[in-house]
T-cell receptor, first 115, second 113 residues
Framework: EDKVVQSPLSLVVHEGDTVTLNCSYE??????LLWYKQEKKAPTFLFML????IEKKSGRLSSILDKKELFSILNITATQTGDSAIYLC???????????????FGQGTILTVHP | NAGVTQTPKFQVLKTGQSMTLQCAQD?????MSWYRQDPGMGLRLIHY???????DQGEVPNGYNVSRSTTEDFPLRLLSAAPSQTSVYFC????????????FGDGTRLSIL
């Protein structure tokens, strides 16, 4: 059974701190790993990672995948109060076309950034 | 620029009642999915569809039915609501093709008394 585990489950930091969120996975057929940010409503897409060692970057956020060790990290530098959210990690399987509607999510990391 | 639209946003039901959560997308996406989100458990897949007329079960399908008569709509039906189905429900869609991310609606918060 496919499984995604995130750590820590919650994190409290102050503005300006750098945080690292972890995501490990066990999947039968891996295709891609995705990161989402969820504030009050819908999860919004951050990154999709398919290849090991290639960093994806968007502003203060970056992410990288290690397919050998089966994990990914999401880094946020110089955190701001607007970064407070639940960060979700999910994996998409490679099991043929019918798998494309499926994502397996981790529990999420609740990040709180204090001023 | 609607994207994925879910209705209603909130609903309270009594045990045993039935209802349909609506989901519509205007991006011509072939793939659509329903998830439920419970505290400490992330999002879990209920049912998904890879095109009109084609649906399949996800991780937690019991108690829910779906159908996909058009590309745009993917309703989720609760035939006999139970308190264990109290949750936040998200609909998502994505385009065909490799490495396409899913886009989520704003969710329906459902309480079963």
């Amino acid at each position: 059974e496919d499984k995604v585990v995130q750590s820590p489950l919650s994190l409290v930091v102050h503005e300006g701190d750098t945080v690292t969120l972890n995501c490990s996975y066990e999947v039968t057929n891996f295709r891609s790993l995705l990161w989402y940010k969820q504030e009050k409503k819908a999860p919004t897409f951050l990154f999709m990672l398919t290849s090991s060692g290639i960093e994806k970057k968007s502003g203060r956020l970056s992410s990288i995948l290690d397919k050998k060790e089966l994990f990914s990290i999401l880094n946020i530098t110089a955190t701001q109060t607007g970064d407070s959210a639940i960060y979700l990690c999910a994996q998409s399987p490679n099991a043929g076309g019918t798998s494309y509607g499926k994502l397996t999510f981790g529990q999420g990391t609740i990040l709180t950034v204090h001023p | 620029n609607a994207g994925v639209t879910q209705t209603p946003k909130f609903q309270v039901l009594k045990t045993g009642q039935s209802m349909t959560l609506q989901c519509a997308q205007d991006m011509n996406h072939e793939y659509m999915s329903w998830y439920r989100q419970d505290p400490g458990m992330g999002l879990r897949l209920i049912h998904y569809s890879v095109g009109a007329g084609i649906t399949d079960q996800g991780e937690v399908p019991n108690g829910y039915n779906v159908s996909r008569s058009t590309t745009e709509d993917f309703p989720l039906r609760l035939l006999s609501a139970a308190p264990s189905q109290t949750s936040v429900y998200f609909c998502a869609s994505r385009n065909r093709g490799e490495n396409q991310p899913q886009h989520f609606g704003d969710g329906t918060r459902l309480s079963i008394l």
